[in-house]
Every structure is written in structure tokens, then in C-alpha cells.
């Protein structure tokens, strides 16, 4: 009854919003229930119905909901109003793990920007530089997941684990400036998955409080998480020498030294939520991005035979392949490019809010209104990409078999704006640094002759592909 009545003034509170109804709400539970297992597809087909169009209203429990689809609504919101649709909203998930601090969960002003500006500084520091400890780390983590490929002697294995490791330890390099075997990190890994694989950023949890104490194991996962962290950050504090500064956190206590003196957000509380984006936002989006591509490569072999030669061509078969590789391998790099327009690693983005009244498209919108961005409706909109469900890297591809289309209007991976990604340079260094090692040395194939039915994959935070099982051969 309580909820309901919360139900009830929030409504009068935010139905200031003139932005059109969508489907008629339930009582309580709102739209929820009627989102289904895959609501982006939902949404996005919600959004082709004239009635309801590419922006709309939704109620989630008692939370009043502004839905964003298209391409064009989605950039005019995240571009041209990039400082309005910068915030974030109050979500249980997201407060309860990163607590408002760092960067993802950080309410937009300067307290985020000093720390989305340290780190753009620190992933140019630690990870972009010629022979950078992000590079090497990550051959070095790529030739211990093959030798454990090559062990298995062409007998079956199941790869969303191995990626993850390698991904994790990727992160554990930058931040710490040491792997993850060495450092007893209990399974960090496996438990930043399953919290991934069990919530979506729309779970009922979210919005309806009484739905909580079914979802007590995500929030221990957390504090697991917290713990380990936060051990690893007094370690690098006790061993901190500002001669030798190799990684992120040793730059932070840096900076936190020698701002002493001046009024700055840099402090310890910062520090542990920082660390804590960059597993979150770090792991499970590279080795699920990963794990899509190599899916969709062995499911359409002649994209595989096109990648071999791409990589015998320009890099041999000895050579380890290097940052400065990819602006030469158009393939490759077009494979990864339809591989997260097909499944893009958020289909909804975390939550945004506004942080000033706007009139967007006729609507009025109030400060503070919760938003929620479809970029999946922008990946698979009919009048930008022809077939859209189809995995087809030529897409990207000229006549000349040059890259095109990298900076399509709909093509919006990394999203766009003052929110946009911070790692995304980091991450495509690393996605392609991976998947080049894995196809020099191997050649993929689903095990037992397996043919997949649906590639639709599994929902959660991140949309996962099917949990099948390779054989790999070595080349
Ligand atoms: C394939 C890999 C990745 C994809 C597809 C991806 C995608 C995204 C997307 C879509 C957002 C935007 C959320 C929004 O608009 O509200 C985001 C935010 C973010 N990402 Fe990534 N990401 C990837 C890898 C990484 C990596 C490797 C890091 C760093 C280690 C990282 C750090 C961040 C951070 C800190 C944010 C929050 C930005 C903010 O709130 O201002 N991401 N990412």
C-alpha cells in the first residue's frame, strides 16, 4: 500500500513531463512486467508504433521513465544536449554498488570531471603508449589462454571464462600494475560476472524495493569485490614511491599528494569507486564483446577464412601483432565493428537524468527526469542498416576493402557525449590485440558440428552469447 501511495506522488511530482504515454501501466508494477526477457527489442518495437513513436513514457514500478530511440533522437539528446542529458538517477543497483563516486556513478559536475579527466590522462598514460604495460600485459595474458587452448587438444572447451580472465587481468595491470595469478584475487572475475549475467539495469529489483531480498547474493558479490579492492589499494598505499609510478592508483595517490594543499575531490573514498568502474566498466564489456565476435566469426566460416589471410598477410604467422597493426587491417577491424552493431555490449544504456529543465521534440522534460537510452534501437533501425539482424562485416567495407561507415549517424558502440565511454580507446587496442593472437594461433569451430539457432543471446547488463562449447586447431 505504501509503494502504491509512493506510486501515486511521485506521479504528481514528475507528471510535469508532457513526453506521450506509452503502453498503459499496470497498477504497481507499471510497464515492468510487460518489457519482457529482451526490452530493448520491446522497446524498439514500441517505437514503431505511431501511436507510442521514437520517444515515450514509461512507468517502471513507481519511477516516471523518458524512453529515447533512434539514431537521430538519441544524438540530438546525447550531442547537441550533451550537459542536460548528462546526469545520472538514483537506481538501487548502481548506488548500492558505486555509491554516487568516481565516474559511472558520479552525479555529472566537477567532482566527475576531475575523475574522467585523471583517468582519459591515466589510459593515455599506462595503456596507449608505444609498447605500453597494456599492451605487452595483454600478449603476455592472450599466450597463457592459448597455451591453455593448446592443452586441450582439439577436445572441447567452453571460451567466455578464459576471456574474461584475460580481460580482468588487463584491468588488474593498469590499476595495480600486476596480474591476477599473483595476487590471490579470489575469483574477482567470476563474481563481477555473475553479478553481470543475474541483473539488468531495468530488474524489478530496482524499482521495486520489496523484490529486494531476492537479489541478497548480487549485493555479497559486491562486498566480496569491495574487500578485495580495497585490500589492493592499501597494498600499492603502502608501497607507494613517487619515483616509480607504473599504474592507476599509484597516479591517483600521486595526485591526491601533491593536491593536498589545493580544494580538489581527489580522496581515498574516490579512489575505491574508481577502481571499482574500472572492473565494472572494464571486464565483462570487453570479454563479452569478444566472446560475441569469435561466436559470429566461427558461425559464418567465410569470415574466418578472410581473417586468417588478413592476419598471414600483414602480421605472418611468428610476429605478435601490435597496436600499430591495426590501421592496416580493414577486416579485422570491420569484423569487430559489426560484431557490436549486432550485439552492442549495453543495449540500454545505464541510466541518464537530466540535469536542467528542456524542451526536447515539443516535450517539456523537468531537471532530474529519468531517462533510459535505447541505443539497441539504433544498431537495428531498418532505414540505416539494410537486414539489419545480419552479421555482415562488408558493411564497413568499401570497394577498395578499405574501412567505412566508422562514424555512421546509427553507429554508437561506445555511446556518445560528456557520458560516453572513457576506455574506448583502450578497448579497441585490447579487442583487437585478442582476437589477432587467438586467430594467428587457431582456427575456431563450434564443437560436435553444432549450428546455432538463435543468435540472440542471453539478456543481462551485457547481452551474452550463447553458452556453446569450440574446438580449436592449431594453425
Ligand atoms: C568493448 C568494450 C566496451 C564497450 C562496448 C563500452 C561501452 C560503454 C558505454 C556504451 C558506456 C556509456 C554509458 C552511458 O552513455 O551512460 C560506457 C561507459 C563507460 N566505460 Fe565503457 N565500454 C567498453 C570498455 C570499457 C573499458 C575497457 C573501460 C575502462 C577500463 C571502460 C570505462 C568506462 C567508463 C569509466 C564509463 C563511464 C563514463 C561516464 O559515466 O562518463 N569501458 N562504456
Wanted: contains cysteine; hydrophobic residues 35%.
Amino acid at each position: 500500500i505504501m509503494h502504491h501511495k509512493k506510486f501515486n506522488n511521485n506521479e504528481k511530482k514528475e507528471s510535469s513531463t508532457t513526453v506521450p504515454c506509452g503502453p498503459r501501466p499496470w497498477p504497481i508494477v507499471g510497464n515492468l512486467l510487460q518489457l519482457g526477457y529482451r526490452p530493448y527489442e520491446t522497446l524498439h518495437r514500441w517505437s514503431k508504433i505511431s501511436k507510442y513513436g521514437e520517444i515515450f513514457r514509461l512507468h517502471l514500478g513507481s519511477q516516471i521513465v523518458v524512453v529515447l530511440n533512434s539514431p537521430s533522437i538519441i544524438r540530438e539528446a546525447l550531442h547537441d544536449h550533451g550537459e542536460i542529458f548528462a546526469g545520472r538517477p538514483y537506481l538501487h543497483m548502481i548506488h548500492e554498488t558505486l555509491h554516487g563516486k568516481g565516474v559511472i556513478s558520479a552525479p555529472y559536475g566537477r567532482e566527475f570531471h576531475e575523475h574522467k579527466n585523471f583517468l582519459i590522462r591515466s589510459f593515455n598514460r599506462f595503456g596507449r603508449r608505444r609498447r605500453s604495460s597494456l599492451e605487452s600485459g595483454c600478449l603476455d595474458q592472450v599466450r597463457f589462454v592459448a597455451e591453455k587452448i593448446r592443452e586441450k587438444q582439439s577436445s572441447p572447451f567452453r571460451i567466455g571464462n578464459m576471456l574474461s580472465q584475460i580481460a580482468c587481468n588487463n584491468i588488474c595491470t593498469l590499476t595495480f600494475g600486476r596480474y591476477f595469478e599473483t595476487i590471490n584475487m579470489n575469483n574477482l572475475f567470476e563474481k563481477i560476472n555473475e553479478n553481470f549475467n543475474q541483473t539488468t539495469t531495468i530488474a524489478c529489483f530496482n524499482f521495486l524495493p520489496f523484490t529486494r531480498k531476492f537479489q541478497k547474493n548480487i549485493f555479497e558479490n559486491v562486498k566480496d569485490c569491495n574487500r578485495v579492492i580495497q585490500k589492493l589499494v592499501g597494498e600499492r598505499e603502502t608501497n607507494f614511491d613517487n619515483e616509480f609510478i607504473t599504474n592507476i592508483v599509484d597516479a591517483y595517490l600521486d595526485e591526491m599528494n601533491q593536491h593536498r594543499q589545493r580544494s580538489t575531490y581527489f580522496s581515498k573514498e574516490n579512489l575505491d569507486s574508481l577502481v571499482q568502474d574500472l572492473f565494472v566498466a572494464g571486464t565483462e564489456t570487453i570479454s563479452n564483446t569478444l566472446h560475441w565476435t569469435i561466436f559470429y566469426i566461427v558461425a559464418h566460416p567465410y569470415v574466418q577464412v578472410n581473417i586468417h589471410e588478413e592476419i598471414d598477410r600483414i602480421i605472418g604467422k611468428d610476429r605478435p601483432p601490435c597496436d600499430k597493426d591495426r590501421s592496416r587491417m580493414f577486416y579485422i577491424e570491420a569484423v569487430l565493428l559489426e560484431s557490436m552493431r549486432c550485439h552492442c555490449a549495453g543495449p540500454i544504456l545505464l541510466p541518464r537524468a537530466t540535469t536542467q529543465d528542456i524542451t526536447f521534440h515539443n516535450y517539456f522534460i523537468p531537471k532530474d527526469t529519468f531517462i533510459l537510452v535505447n541505443m539497441w534501437s539504433a544498431m537495428k533501425d531498418e532505414q540505416h542498416w539494410s537486414e539489419p539482424e545480419k552479421f555482415e562485416p562488408e558493411r564497413f567495407l568499401d570497394e577498395n576493402h578499405r574501412l567505412r561507415n566508422v562514424n555512421h549517424p546509427a553507429m554508437m558502440p561506445f555511446s556518445i557525449g560528456k557520458r560516453a565511454c572513457t576506455g574506448e580507446q583502450i578497448a579497441k587496442i585490447q579487442l583487437f590485440l585478442i582476437l589477432v593472437s587467438l586467430f594467428q594461433k587457431f582456427e575456431f569451430r563450434f564443437a560436435n558440428g553444432w549450428i546455432p539457432k538463435d543468435l540472440r543471446g542471453q539478456p543481462g547488463v551485457t547481452l551474452r552469447p550463447p553458452n556453446c562449447q569450440y574446438e580449436a586447431f592449431v594453425r
